[in-house]
């Protein structure tokens, strides 16, 4: 529930009545009680902390906001207003539009070949969530759109019901440091959740298959905050709708453009059952961002050259 990534890098500017330490990597867990009692109205999940933040929460008239707007919420957030809690380092805001709770990743204000690259990856992430979903399983609702210099990512949340409601939402980190503490990889954690009976079994295979597809489209930032459980009772959870499920293995680091390698990994013992399929999807995922015009055509051959990858890797496995 704490601040957290880049819209909670900018919790204590926006908040210095509270005097917390700048970095939010200095808190302590009764900082970050302070924050939640005093701020947290607008967490991840559906609990609230405190009769100040609660009472914030019953007082506050959602503003809604139109897809024209987003690029001077945009301007705001990059210098700290706006937002939630919701985590992730890709710059982003949360707001209301068009019906829906939703958070909003964007890139642009200039013309560099980094800023190109992040365009370029959002559309990605859109196609990813649009591969997992089918291949049969839930991910997030989400569309692209530009406006001035800008492009946006628009996630529909999943742990908002309407105008006012809430879903009880945990992410994997959380539950693997409260009872398991490896945070190793999706794959070993689903088959610890699935030993443990904390998971159906459909959800444990999912997870593998996520873990999977997922490496075979580059996706390196596949860490325990990026995958989440809705709560169905005490120590049962079912895995939410997937998102930031893209290629970052070619993102910028920082202002730069660093070409990284795609290795695309065989199958192993506890991926042997859905590699395949994973690796048919990932293949077409490729080859589907190789033809796409909304992409930059370097950032397309690119692509080609990865899907070519994987379709190597899939003639040779003897899956």
């Not at 692209?144 to 809430?166: I, K, N, Q, S």
């Not at 051959?301 to 890797?313: F, I, M, T």
Request: charged share 20%; hydrophobic share 40%.
């Amino acid at each position: 529930m704490s601040p957290q990534g880049y819209i909670g890098r900018g919790f204590t500017a926006r908040h210095p009545e509270l005097e917390l330490p700048h970095r939010i990597t200095d808190w302590t867990s009764g900082h970050m009680l302070l924050a939640l009692a005093q701020r947290g109205e607008d967490c991840t999940g559906d609990l609230i902390i405190g009769n100040a933040s609660l009472d914030r929460f019953l007082a506050h008239k959602a503003l809604p906001a139109s897809r024209s707007d987003y690029p001077q919420i945009a301007q705001a957030a990059l210098s700290g207003q706006p937002g939630s809690s919701a985590g992730g380092e890709h710059p982003k805001f949360a707001t209301y539009a068009e019906g829906r709770h939703v958070i909003v990743k964007f890139a642009g204000g200039d013309d560099s070949a980094a800023t190109q690259r992040w365009k370029d990856l959002l559309v990605c992430e859109r196609y990813a969530l649009d591969a997992v979903r089918a291949a049969g399983f839930p991910a997030a609702q989400a569309q692209t759109v530009d406006a001035g210099t800008y492009r946006f990512l628009e996630v529909t949340r999943f742990d908002r019901v309407g105008l006012r409601g809430r879903k009880a939402l945990l992410s994997l980190r959380a539950i693997d440091n409260k009872y398991f503490g490896y945070q190793d990889s999706w794959t070993q954690a689903a088959l610890r959740l699935l030993a443990g009976q904390h998971l159906p079994a459909e959800d444990a295979r999912m997870m593998r298959w996520l873990d999977t597809f997922g490496q075979l489209i580059g996706n390196t930032d596949r860490h325990f905050g990026n995958l989440s459980f809705f709560v169905e009772g005490h120590l049962k959870f079912r895995l939410a709708p997937v998102y930031d499920m893209l290629p970052m293995v070619f993102a910028p680091h920082g202002t730069a453009l660093v070409e990284r390698p795609f290795v695309p990994a065989p199958p192993s013992a506890s991926t042997l059952d859905v590699w395949g399929r994973a690796a048919r999807c990932a293949r077409e995922y490729w080859g589907t961002l190789a033809s796409s015009s909304e992409l930059s055509s370097a950032f397309r051959k690119r692509c080609a050259q990865a899907g070519d990858a994987v379709a190597h890797l899939l003639h040779e496995s003897p899956v």
